[in-house]
């Protein structure tokens, strides 16, 4: 049996083991600004508890199926994941990491063998080469379109489900969000959940995260009850304590010298939220290189476009509403990853 547990990549260059196999014994605590290496430098993540505490519902399993929050968001994947460390995860336990699970892990739900590990090596092969979870979509009730036909390589090809496959976004530095998931979903009032507002937040987003964290039990975790509200407030709490970015780079050297602010700590400092409409994105450095976007669109909300705040830029998701004809919009490839 493989027990869930926190991959730390790199450690061996500490000195350290890597945890995960079914032998190992899972530790308790992160040390602060704990380095971890990556292809062009050194990643930290700064907690403003000033360790990370490895003990919370974040790290237990808290479904039916081993996963933990910590199964798609390990600390040195800058909390993520990468292909190469799934990849490590999948031949250290022949594919039977809690990662490595049908509901949303394999290439599709059915049709698929995963009692070898020949067969678990192809239904996992999106999650091993790419680091992308399959999201299973239904149609809306009452939407505007009508899905016709679908596509997919890997068996998924139903038309009242639509299978999206993506990695899972990080979960730090979460303070700058104005949306919660890649489309937004987790801040809508379709969903049940709050925009995100300069009125409103931080609540907003606190209250969207304990959703995301409810529905992230519930999903990707097969869990048979719902997280206790305390358990969502501990997840999203833990969270919220997150810094990470980049420290060292191996060109470079350290990046927070020579009256450079780069690294954890900085990012952390900023209690800065910036919506879409409050920027002017004339100010945006034309030394970004950009890329054309054409959107039938006069008026976006500023749930769609890029967050930015006074130690840089950070990712962008969201949604917009349309009105009016077609109209471009230039904005920095950075930003659109």
């Known amino acids: 049996m493989v027990k869930s547990g926190l991959w730390l990549s790199g450690a061996l260059l500490l000195g350290l083991t890597s945890i995960a196999a079914a032998d190992s014994e899972t530790p308790t605590i992160l040390p602060n600004l704990f380095p971890f290496p990556n292809t062009t430098g050194i990643l930290k993540t700064f907690n403003a508890t000033g360790k990370l505490d490895l003990t919370g519902p974040f790290f237990q399993s808290l479904g039916t199926n081993g996963r933990s929050c910590a199964s798609c968001h390990q600390p040195g994947d800058a909390w993520s994941v990468s292909a190469a460390h799934v990849e490590d995860r999948f031949e250290r336990s022949h594919g039977l990491d809690p990662i490595f699970r049908t509901n949303d892990g394999s290439n599709c739900d059915h049709n698929i063998d995963t009692a070898t590990i020949k067969g678990r090596r192809e239904a996992y092969s999106l999650l091993r080469t790419r680091g992308l979870i399959r999201i299973a979509l239904a149609v809306p009730t009452g939407a505007e379109f009508e899905v016709v036909s679908v596509k997919n390589p890997y068996g998924c090809s139903e038309t009242s489900t639509l299978s999206m496959y993506r990695r899972p976004l990080p979960s730090t530095n979460l303070r700058f969000l104005s949306t919660v998931m890649w489309d937004g979903r987790e801040s809508s009032l379709q969903a049940g959940t709050k925009p995100i507002t300069f009125a409103t937040n931080p609540a907003d987003l606190l209250s969207d995260l304990a959703h995301q964290s409810l529905d992230a039990v519930l999903g990707h975790a097969q869990a048979t009850t719902a997280p206790t509200q305390e358990q969502q407030k501990k997840i999203v709490d833990f969270e919220m304590t997150l810094s990470t970015a980049q420290a060292i780079d191996f060109d470079a050297g350290a990046l927070d010298v020579h009256g450079?602010?780069?690294?954890?700590?900085?990012?952390?400092?900023?209690?800065?939220?910036?919506?879409?409409?409050?920027?002017?994105?004339?100010?945006?450095?034309?030394?970004?290189?950009?890329?054309?976007?054409?959107?039938?669109?006069?008026?976006?909300?500023?749930?769609?476009?890029?967050?930015?705040?006074?130690?840089?830029?950070?990712?962008?998701?969201?949604?917009?509403?349309?009105?009016?004809?077609?109209?471009?919009?230039?904005?920095?490839?950075?930003?659109?990853?």
């Open 260 to 337: 450079a602010s780069g690294g954890p700590p900085s990012p952390s400092r900023s209690n800065r939220f910036l919506s879409a409409s409050t920027i002017h994105w004339g100010s945006i450095p034309s030394r970004f290189p950009s890329h054309r976007w054409s959107l039938p669109s006069s008026t976006i909300t500023g749930s769609m476009l890029p967050i930015m705040s006074s130690t840089g830029i950070t990712r962008s998701v969201g949604q917009a509403s349309f009105e009016g004809k077609s109209s471009s919009i230039r904005t920095p490839s950075t930003l659109w990853g």
